[in-house]
């Protein structure tokens, strides 16, 4: 496996070793104690499996009290993932970054807590899968707006096929520094 850095000091893209011949590929996609080596130290507690056709935008999500660490991959098709830093005090507060996550490559982006986060299906369908590091608490939920002028994510799109509360999330500025997750350097 190897770790490429991205715009945003913590968020990895992972490339792992595929072997590939006439029978098909094998790779590994999880290993704990190398995925320590790469700087993935979480325990993950729950998989999330989900499936959305073209155009479909699932964010900005996280949750506060339950911060979830993701590590997320696609299994058919691609998705452009972005992670955003919502860490009050980080030096990168409010800052983005995003991968192409695709079947063929097979790769993964890790992000850890602290950030929101959202994908775009960029084909017809999209299996998307991910790891997190706490559980899924509905009390816990958090969202931010797609589109968010301030943030100004390059999605690709300007007409997303959004859920009813991705569509009306608040702007990132709308929420009040209490229902955002502190920065502390290591």
Known sequence: MQR????????YELRPVVHRDARGFF??????????????????LQDNHSTSSRGTLRGLHYQLLHAQAKL???????ALDVAVDIRLGSPHFGKWTS???????????????????????????????YKCSDYYA??????????????????????????QRDANNPKFAEIQPRFLPRYSPK
């Not at 790779?27 to 993950?44: C, N, P, S």
Request: hydrophobic share 40%.
């Open 138 to 163: 509905p009390s816990d939920e958090y969202g931010i707006l797609w589109n968010d002028p301030v943030l100004g994510i390059d999605w690709g799109t300007l007409t997303p096929v959004l859920s």
């Open 99 to 129: 991968i192409r996550l695709s079947a063929g490559e097979q790769n993964q982006i890790y992000i850890p807590a602290g950030f929101a986060h959202g994908f775009l299906s960029l084909t017809e369908t999209v299996q998307f899968l």
């Open 72 to 78: 997320c991959r696609v299994i058919e098709g691609e």
């Open 27 to 44: 790779l590994e996609t999880y290993h704990h104690a190398r995925f320590i080596d790469l700087g993935v130290k979480e325990t993950f």
């Open 4 to 11: 490429l850095e991205t715009s945003l000091p913590g968020v």
